[in-house]
């Protein structure tokens, strides 16, 4: 895993390489990070977990989003969706090809789905998530998609032929389910899943001091506040963007 090194960011790792590797820390991503650091002290003011994210697109931010699913009584309502959501509207697509996306948490499944769907090219993150951390934490789509190989031309024709009248998947040997060949439901030929990511690179841990710092401050506020009332106390870790 790489890792990055520089005054501001002391940490931050590129999960899809094979090996560590120390790379500078680059003022615009910074810049990035910070206006989603600034929309995950939103959420916190609205009683959110704060969580930001930001989609840019050459250089420009063009979409913004808050964590608010208790707000919005919608448990997809993560600040990343809320960007992806964002920044599609304003250029009036939902494919979002060539953009970036910056977080202050560690995407979850749902999130990283959502940005592969929007052909996000890149996505930095800032503090890990242990909980639901899809970058790596819990499981990491990015690199166990991107590492499985293609299958060869024979795989491909022994699928496409076999039991064609099975509403079933077929299986290869071993009894494994094999890759649908069959069309993504926007009408474009996905090939098979094992090539869902061969659009996203992920890198983690901008400014992961601050965006974890912001996290773990709301949650020790919201413990005091709990005690205050005489409450059982909650789990002292994060609990994820719901609380
Ligand atoms: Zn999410």
Not at 58 to 82: L, M, W, Y
Not at 83 to 91: H, K, P, V
Request: aromatic share 4%; charged share 20%.
């Amino acid at each position: 895993m790489a890792v990055w090194q520089s005054d501001f960011c002391p940490y931050n790792a590129r999960m899809n390489s094979s090996s560590e590797q120390i790379i500078p820390a680059n003022e615009a991503d910074i810049a990035c990070m910070r206006e989603a650091l600034r929309l995950a002290g939103q959420a916190a003011q609205a009683g959110e977990v704060p969580v930001g994210a930001v989609v840019v697109k050459d250089g420009v931010i063009i979409g913004r989003g808050s964590n608010a699913p208790i707000s919005k009584h919608d448990p997809t309502a993560h600040a990343e969706i809320a960007a992806l959501r964002d920044a599609a509207q304003n250029i009036g697509n939902y494919r979002l090809v060539g953009c970036e996306l910056f977080v202050t948490l560690e995407p979850c499944v749902m999130c990283v789905g959502a940005m592969f769907h929007a052909r996000i090219a890149r996505v930095v993150f800032g503090a890990r998530d242990p909980k639901t951390g899809a970058a790596g934490s819990v499981i990491n789509l990015f690199d166990d998609l991107r590492q499985t190989p293609n299958p060869s031309p024979s795989l491909q024709e022994q699928i496409s032929h076999s039991n064609p009248n099975s509403s079933r998947p077929p299986l290869l040997k071993g009894g494994t389910a094999a890759p649908s060949l069959d069309k993504g439901r926007d009408g474009e030929g996905l090939g098979s899943v094992l090539r869902l990511n061969h659009h996203a690179t992920i890198e983690g841990g901008l400014l992961a001091e601050e965006c974890g710092k912001m996290l773990s401050d709301f949650f020790a506020a919201r413990r005091a506040q709990q005690q205050r009332k005489e409450l059982p106390p909650p789990h002292p870790s994060p609990k994820g963007r719901g609380g």
